[in-house]
């Protein structure tokens, strides 16, 4: 079963630009069963879908984040990466990463997550 | 908001039986399967069911689904102290075209 790592900053600066990578190990993210997905959590609040990328590099965006969001995959290094710019204390948030099944439309396997602060 | 409505808050005594409803759309639940995912305290969601009623390896048979129409259930039977856990419900929504989550329920075991 893949396993799923989060990294990158853990506090980044109002109207800046927010960048987060997930290594794949265990599994190959050129896998054709999969979608790779970012899943968010504000401190004490549900879970915020912000959108799923296939080996290809075909996307799907959460309507109320796409503006500002874009996932990014990188095969040769078994990765794919979220940028969300132009971000405030709102994104203020745990990020996971997560494998999502392609034949049961299920999140099947996630990262650990990390908490992104936003403040200056 | 969250697109899915599910109630805030659950309880029951251990051994106890307990449901958590989840409430969508025509666009979501009703045209889509629901997955469950649980969270307890401090550590990632971890899938329990998917495809309305079916566990991943490793999922007690404790934890069952269903589905009718726009609504769907997460059902637990003989309720322990470890179900102490935030469940969410999860669809693909047709018109956002995108993963929608209800707002999730805090299970606590009394």
């Known amino acids: 079963q893949p396993q799923l790592q989060e990294s990158g900053p853990g506090l980044v600066k109002p109207s800046e630009t927010l960048s987060l990578t997930c290594t794949v190990s265990?599994?190959?993210?050129?896998?054709?069963?999969?979608?790779w997905g970012w899943i968010r959590q504000r401190p004490g609040k549900g879970l915020e879908w912000i959108g799923n990328?296939?080996?290809?590099?075909?996307?799907y965006y959460s309507p109320s984040l796409k503006s500002r969001v874009t996932i990014s995959v990188d095969p040769s290094k078994n990765q794919f990466s979220l940028k969300l710019s132009s971000v405030t204390a709102a994104d203020t948030a745990v990020y996971y990463c997560?494998?999502?099944?392609?034949?049961?439309?299920?999140?099947?396997?996630w990262g650990q997550g990390t908490l992104v602060t936003v403040s200056s | 908001q969250s697109v899915l409505t599910q109630p805030p808050s659950a309880s029951g005594t251990p051994g106890q039986r307990v449901t958590i409803s989840c409430s969508g759309s025509?666009?979501?639940?009703?045209?889509?399967?629901v997955n469950w995912y649980q969270q307890l305290p401090g550590t990632a969601p971890k899938l329990l069911i998917y495809s309305n009623n079916y566990r991943p390896t490793g999922v007690p048979d404790r934890f069952s689904g269903s589905k009718s129409g726009t609504s769907a259930s997460l059902a637990i039977s003989g309720l322990q102290s470890g179900d102490e856990a935030d469940y969410y419900c999860?669809?693909?929504?047709?018109?956002?075209?995108?993963?929608?989550f209800g707002g999730g329920t805090k299970l606590t075991v009394l």
């Open positions: 265990g599994g190959s993210i050129s896998s054709d069963s999969h979608y």
């Open positions: 025509s666009s979501n639940i009703g045209s889509n399967t």
């Open positions: 999860a669809a693909w929504d047709d018109g956002l075209n995108g993963q929608v």
């Open positions: 990328i296939y080996y290809s590099g075909s996307t």
């Open positions: 997560a494998s999502l099944s392609m034949t049961v439309v299920a999140f099947d396997y």
